[in-house]
């Protein structure tokens, strides 16, 4: 029995039901994607421009970071890509990983709080966001949606919701806009994810490096879990829909599945494995520092006061 999905009427913001054509030429322009798009982009550049007077490095490779989750971003869902996940579940479940292990990262990873603040007209910036931001209410709301915990269950939930619940995934690929939505979602569990283990200066990540390796463990565990369950369902989860459209590849509705289910599980798991391994080399790296500087205001104190 599908269970009721939120409703989203169709409009044409966003492409509704299978694309038409070939899929090679199933490029898209929807305006709900590439508008919001182009200002995050149009802002990042502007702030840069004006940020003079730097108080902290920014380096090229944060703003090619920024700029290349954000093509990634687009290419996911406005690319033949969304044709062929429209057509075979293994698609569908690179597009997500896309946006959700790749794309994400990499804009946090270019580190955009001040680029885009200081992008936006200055009456908005001193007006609006700074007395927002040093309201009680924003404060509170901003360390709840940071909490590793939260971040965990509602990334967790929202992989589980899409991909699980019966009628979910079937409704968003027949409506265009819910499908929007779920993408949508998607970015926000990303964000939600990767902001305790990514430090987005000015702003820090709340654990320590000790407690994020145990963060991604706890993160990547229940997405294991959800992998392993579409990948070795013993009938097609999603027949409803890839049951009714033609296929591109030729390979059954099983073996798609469990491609689709490995996708999800090996891929997001290395990416894992990766961000592991950088927070252990940061974090030996940030105590060999400490470790430099503590000897050397020691030896300092032990010297004396240079002679005259």
Do not use: C
Not at 12 to 29: E, F, I, K, L, R
Not at 229 to 247: H, K, L, Q, R, S
Not at 291 to 308: Q, W
Request: hydrophobic share 55%; proline share 8%.
């Amino acid at each position: 029995m599908a269970l009721p999905v939120p409703f989203v009427e169709a409009t044409t913001v966003y492409h509704n039901g299978p694309h038409t054509g070939p899929w090679q030429d199933a490029w898209s322009m929807d305006i709900g994607v590439m508008v919001p798009a182009a200002i995050a982009a149009l802002l990042y550049a502007r702030g840069l421009d004006r940020w003079v007077d730097r108080t902290r490095p920014h380096s090229v490779w944060r703003t090619l970071s920024y700029f290349a989750g954000l093509v990634l971003l687009v290419l996911s869902t406005q690319s033949p890509l969304d044709a062929l996940a429209e057509r075979h579940f293994l698609f569908h479940m690179v597009q997500h990983e896309v946006i959700m292990m790749v794309a994400v990262p990499l804009i946090l990873l270019g580190a955009p709080t001040t680029p885009i603040l200081l992008g936006l007209p200055s009456v908005v910036r001193k007006r609006v966001v700074a007395p927002l931001a040093g309201t009680t209410v924003v404060r509170a709301l901003y360390r709840f949606l940071t909490n590793p915990v939260f971040a965990i269950v509602a990334s967790t939930s929202i992989i589980i919701a899409w991909h699980l619940v019966p009628g979910w995934y079937v409704e968003a690929l027949r409506n265009g806009n819910l499908h929007a939505f779920e993408h949508f979602t998607f970015v926000v569990s990303g964000v939600l994810a990767w902001w305790p283990v990514i430090d987005p200066r000015p702003l820090h990540a709340r654990l320590s490096y000790p407690f994020r390796l145990a963060y991604l463990l706890a993160l990547s565990t229940p997405r294991m879990f959800v992998a392993a369950f579409v990948a070795f369902a013993e009938e097609p989860i999603y027949i409803d829909w890839y049951g009714t459209v033609e296929p591109v590849l030729n390979i059954s509705l099983a073996d798609d599945q469990v491609l689709g289910g490995l996708i999800m599980w090996l891929p997001s798991q290395l990416l894992y494995l990766i961000a592991m391994a950088v927070v252990f080399f940061t974090w030996h790296a940030a105590s060999e520092s400490e470790s430099r500087a503590t000897a050397a205001a020691t030896g300092e104190r032990l010297a004396g006061p240079n002679p005259r």
